[in-house]
């Protein structure tokens, strides 16, 4: 393969500059290049190039990914990298006071490089796959955090360890900010894949913004459902996100004001409206069919 003995070159540059590293990363892992990435890259650069190595882990974690067994071993190797990336060193301190506080240095980090590293580096992954693993990855690591009521649904979520042997050095308030930059992102590139819009979704029924989350599983359900002429597949509604819509709408009082809009024709001149009217409409008979399955 003519590109790839071209990108070897150009790794093995010396001295070896980490944005022509990261860029070359990012574009094997695009093409699918795992494979190469996971058996060929040689070992001096995977210990001296974070870049490399987290791309190697990425790719053997795609790579693996159909087989359990196997891929919990490598998605284990990522998941510690990543969780390191996440940690910072927490420093006691004395206040005024005479208080002792706990600081957590913010722009540090215990890992092979920064999490503002790690979030431009995916912002240039587009390849399904490898941004299903790193959101699910980010996922379980925000659900992980002992206070968390609402979990966060992802694909893959069981490949991961399921626990922290060193909780308290998580900076969970940084993945929280990740989660969301990572869907915001993974949704630019592809607006409409169900399964992001859930995650986006339960983001904000876990932050309890009802209206926004109802907004995204609605959305989910339309880009599924040809916009509710067909049934929306039950591994997108599934019990979960029902119950949570009905939660958003109990908490929105939007029974009523669908059912008002129910009583009105579709025949407004106002194409807004009409529209409007429409959208409602979908609403209506989603709803519909929700009640019939709850009760
Ligand atoms: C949509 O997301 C799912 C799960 O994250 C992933 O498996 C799938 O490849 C994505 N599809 C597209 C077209 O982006
Ligand atoms: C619109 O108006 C026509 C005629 O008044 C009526 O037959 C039709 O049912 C109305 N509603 C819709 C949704 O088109």
Redesign the pocket.
Known sequence: NGNLTIFFFVLLDIPLRQVIAEECVAFMLNWRENEYLTLQVPAFLLQSNPYVKLGQLLAATCKELPGPKESRRTAKDLWEVVVQICSVSSQHKRGNDGRVSLIKQRESTLGIMYRSELLSFVKKLWE??VL?II?SLFVKLHNVREDIVNDITA?HISIWPSSIPNLQSVDFEAVAITVKELVRYTLSI?PN?H??LIIQADIYFATNQYSAALHYYLQAGAVCSDFFNKAVPPDVYTDQVIKRMIKCCSLLNCHTQIKAIGQTELNASNPEEVLQLAAQRRKKKFLQAMAKLYF
């Open positions: 399904p796959l299903t959101l694909e592809n894949n399964s992001w």
